[in-house]
Structure formats: structure tokens, C-alpha cells
């Protein structure tokens, strides 16, 4: 523990090192939010892979690996299929529309296509959402932090806390993809040797499932179901619902896209983050599994790969897992950053609060942004209980706030702000109404997340249908009444 502790601290300094040298070339906020659509498909591959391998996709998977078995790798997996989609269809479309129009955050999007009212509405939801994904990176950074040295989790959300703020602030995004590459670099080394590492101590694969199939007087061995790898518990391919289309329409991954040079950029950036996603989705799933085999009485599953990685593996070696496992944590909150430092200055605070605000002086808003975000996001991970939870949240009112606007947006020519409000108000209506009664299951296995966007999909089309029927009433009145 005295050595992992200097190891992460000293790594911590780097990454604020880097973020802070880089952020001095920042002076406009084209260079803030968009890294003055510069980003190279090298660039913006780290950028997208280092947001989307977090706190959930490592700390988050682990756990269910360890609690529901194979059935985890659909955490991961459903975010990759997302992102094939979001590479090939919705990011090639809206990094034009964001070029051809000079749109630095999905707010401009939704403002320029609907209406002042869907901006508005969309990013004080976001706003809450997007709290609740950062506060679970913070409680994994913590967790991680109380295992390597017994901090508190207060010292380990603040910790965590000043670290991504202090970058991210620097430079926004480019700050934040030059040291998404670096956290990237550290990150998969530390899995490529950790993880087998790991797996040799447990005596290979048929020792891994000889020791879970034998359990101990703490944790008796699971049930058929944990060897399935389509359904297991609450893990399986129903996190396609939950996760896929947050993961096509996130702002944070598609403000990420807007900074990108040309479609060629994001379909290569873009695509192979997905691939990388597709092999990576079996990493957290096998520590879970393993660490099933080595400790299977642990309190709390979400200290599942922060154990391994302290005592299953040599010194050095879980040292450097540890680092990789920071990294993931801090990657995927700047990203969070990202959202609400560019949501709170461009959205609200230029288009409303001060439309004549001067370029310098958004820069300056963003920034404080972004460092009230950061203590509001410490402020929840401390009330908040499990990374899991406080992410299908999130995802939850992502899915249901932007799919069909969004989407519908781009490829339906005649849908308007009213159609995109009932569809946002009918799924985020139903999706609470199912969240507070029957829970998170749902009902038969159709999720809150599934039934909202359905039912946000159902909603527009109903809408989009009345509307151009009342549209082509009035043209057939108009048209009678004129030849009379």
C-alpha cells in the first residue's frame, strides 16, 4: 500500500501536468469545445475510448462479473454496438451539421432545428443526468483509493474530484484528448498484464471455474445461469436498451465528434473505439469472474477488481493495473466535465443569461463550470451508494431525453419542437413512472430505460402523425375556399 498510494499521486501530477501545458494554447472557446475541429482519427479514437472505459466499464463490470458471471460482458458490449452505429450513421451526420453550421454543443443542434424550449428543457435534464454519471466515477475513484490505502471515501472523492477538474479546466477538450491518450497508453497496458496475471494465479481458466463451482461457507456456488453468457440476473442483453442508444446520442461523445476534421475522422476514430470496445467488454467480465474464484465472500462487489489487482497479482504488476484503473475512472469524468461545463455556458448562460457575452468571457463562464461541476459531482458521489445505480440513471434519461430528437432530427425532414417535447415528456414519464413503482427490473423484462424510449418513440409518432394530419386539413380548407 505505501508504494501504490506515491504511484497514483505522482501519476495524478502528470495528468494535470499535461493538461495544464497543453491548455495554455487555449484562448477561444472554438478551442475549448471543439479543439478547433482539428482532432485526427488517432485523436479522437483516445479521446472517445478513454470517455467511454470508466468507472462503469471497469469497477462497474467487475462487480457484475463477479455477482451474474458472463452475462457482464453486455455492460460493455451494448456500448460498442451504440458506438458502430453512432460511427457509420448519427456521427458522420452531425459532425456536418456542426461544421456547416458552426455548432459547438448538441444544445445549438437542438436550438437551430426545434426550438428554444427543447434546448432549454434538454440541458436542465442533462444537467441532473450527467451529475449522477460523474458522482459514479467519483465513488470508483474512492473505492479504488480505500482499498490501496484505507482512505475514506470523502478523501477519495475529493481527491479524484481535483484531479479531473484541474486538467479539464485547462483546455476543455483538447486538454482533454491529449491526455486521454496518455490515461489510454497506461490503461490498456495495465489490463494486458493484469488481467492474465491474474488468471495464473487462479490456476487458468478450469481453475477459475473448478473454485466458483466450489464456492465457500460465505458465498455458495452460483446457479447454471452464471455461464450464460445472454442472461444472468439483472446483466444481460437487455443492457442494449439501457445503454445503446445513450451511447449512439450522448452529447458528451457527440461534442466530442463535432471536434473532428473531417467524416473520414469519425468513421476511423469512431469505429475503432467500438472494435477496441467489442474485445475490451470480456477484460472487467473475467476479473469479475476470477476474483469470484479467489475471494468469494468480498462485502461489496464493486471491490472486486480493486482486489485483485492489490493482492492476486505481483507488486509491480498491480501497480500498474491500479493506474490503469484510475485512468479509466478520470478519463470518463472529463468527459462528464465536458457536458455540463459546455451545456451551463453555452446553452443557458450565452443564450440567455447574457446573449452579448464576449468570446473571452464564455471561456471564463465554461471554465467556472466546469470547477462547479467537479464540487457538485464530489457533493452527490457522497450520498450516492453504488456506481451501477447512479449510472443506468443516467443512461436511463439520456436514452430518453435525446434518441428520438436527436435521431428524428436528422432523418425526418418535417419533425418539429412539439413532436420532439412530447416525445422527451411521454418517455421521461413513463420511464419515472416505472422507475418509482416496480424498480429498476421493471416488469416482465422491459426496463424503465426500454419502456421509455419506446415509449418516446410511440409518443413523437402519434404527434408527427396528428400534426401533418391538422397541417393537411388546413391546405385541403385553404385550397377549397380559394377555388370558391
Known amino acids: 500500500m505505501t508504494y501504490h498510494l506515491p504511484l497514483l499521486l505522482g501519476y495524478s501530477a502528470l495528468m494535470i501536468a499535461v493538461g495544464t501545458y497543453i491548455g495554455r494554447r487555449v484562448q477561444s472557446t472554438e478551442g ?28 462497474g463490470a467487475a462487480g457484475l462479473g463477479y455477482r451474474d458471471g458472463v452475462a457482464a460482458w453486455w455492460w460493455v458490449g451494448a456500448a460498442a454496438i451504440g458506438s458502430l452505429v453512432q460511427a457509420f450513421w448519427v456521427g458522420p451526420w452531425m459532425r456536418r451539421e456542426a461544421a456547416s453550421r458552426g455548432l459547438k454543443t448538441v444544445g445549438d443542434y437542438l436550438e437551430q432545428r426545434y426550438s428554444t424550449s427543447v434546448r432549454v428543457i434538454v440541458a436542465l435534464l442533462l444537467w441532473f443526468g450527467t451529475l449522477a454519471i460523474l458522482a459514479g466515477q467519483l465513488i470508483a475513484m474512492s473505492t479504488l483509493l480505500t482499498v490501496v490505502a484505507g482512505l475514506p471515501k470523502w478523501a477519495g472523492c475529493v481527491l479524484g474530484g481535483v484531479v479531473m477538474t484541474a486538467y479539464f479546466t485547462a483546455g476543455g477538450l483538447l486538454s482533454s484528448a491529449w491526455v486521454n491518450l496518455l490515461q489510454l497508453t497506461v490503461l490498456m ?16 481458466w ?6 466458483v463451482e466450489a464456492g465457500s461457507a460465505t458465498a455458495p456456488p452460483p446457479g447454471e445461469g452464471f455461464w450464460n453468457f445472454w ?5 444481460g442483453w437487455k443492457y442494449l436498451a439501457l445503454l445503446g442508444p445513450a451511447f449512439i446520442i450522448s452529447p458528451g461523445l457527440l461534442q466530442k465528434i463535432f471536434g473532428a476534421r473531417d467524416d473520414r475522422t469519425v468513421r476511423l476514430g469512431t469505429a475503432a473505439n467500438a472494435v477496441v470496445l467489442l474485445g475490451f467488454a470480456c477484460v472487467p467480465m473475467l476479473a469479475g469472474i476470477i476474483t469470484r474464484a479467489l475471494h468469494p465472500g468480498l462485502p461489496s ?24 484503473l484510475f485512468s479509466a475512472e478520470v478519463s470518463t469524468a472529463d468527459a462528464i466535465l465536458f457536458m455540463l461545463a459546455t451545456s451551463l455556458s453555452q446553452d443557458l448562460y ?41 449510472l443506468s440513471f443516467f443512461y436511463s434519461v439520456l436514452g430518453v431525453c435525446l434518441f428520438v430528437p436527436v435521431l428524428a432530427g436528422l432523418f425526418v425532414r418535417r419533425f418539429r419542437a412539439t413532436e420532439a417535447l412530447a416525445a422527451i ?5 413513463v420511464m419515472l413512472s416505472l422507475q418509482l413503482t416496480v424498480g429498476v427490473a421493471g416488469v416482465r423484462g422491459v426496463t424503465p430505460a426500454l419502456a421509455g424510449v419506446l415509449s418516446s418513440v410511440a409518443v413523437a409518432a402519434v404527434a408527427h402523425r396528428a400534426l401533418r394530419g391538422r397541417v393537411g386539413r388546413g391546405d385541403t380548407d385553404l385550397n377549397r375556399s380559394g377555388s370558391a
Do not use: H
Not at 425 to 429: A, K, Q, T, V, Y
Open 32 to 59: 475549448f469545445f471543439v479543439a478547433s475541429r482539428g482532432l485526427g482519427p488517432g485523436l479522437l479514437f483516445a479521446t472517445l475510448l478513454a470517455a467511454n472505459v470508466g468507472a462503469g466499464s471497469t469497477v
Open 189 to 204: 497496458a495495465g489490463f494486458a498484464v493484469a488481467v492474465p496475471a491474474a488468471l495464473g494465479t487462479a490456476g487458468g
Open 206 to 211: 478450469s481453475g477459475v471455474v473448478a473454485l
Open 231 to 235: 442472461q444472468n440476473g439483472a446483466s
Open 301 to 324: 462487489e464493486q471491490l472486486a477488481l480493486p482486489t485483485l489487482l492489490m493482492y492476486d497479482v505481483p507488486v509491480a504488476v498491480g501497480a500498474l493495473g491500479l493506474a490503469a
Open 350 to 390: 450565452r443564450r440567455f443569461v447574457r446573449p452579448a457575452a464576449t468570446d473571452a468571457q464564455v471561456l471564463r463562464v465554461a471554465r467556472g463550470a466546469a470547477v462547479a461541476g467537479g464540487v457538485l459531482g464530489v457533493l452527490l458521489a457522497l450520498v450516492a451508494e453504488t456506481i451501477i445505480g447512479t
Open 425 to 429: 415528456g411521454g418517455g421521461m414519464l
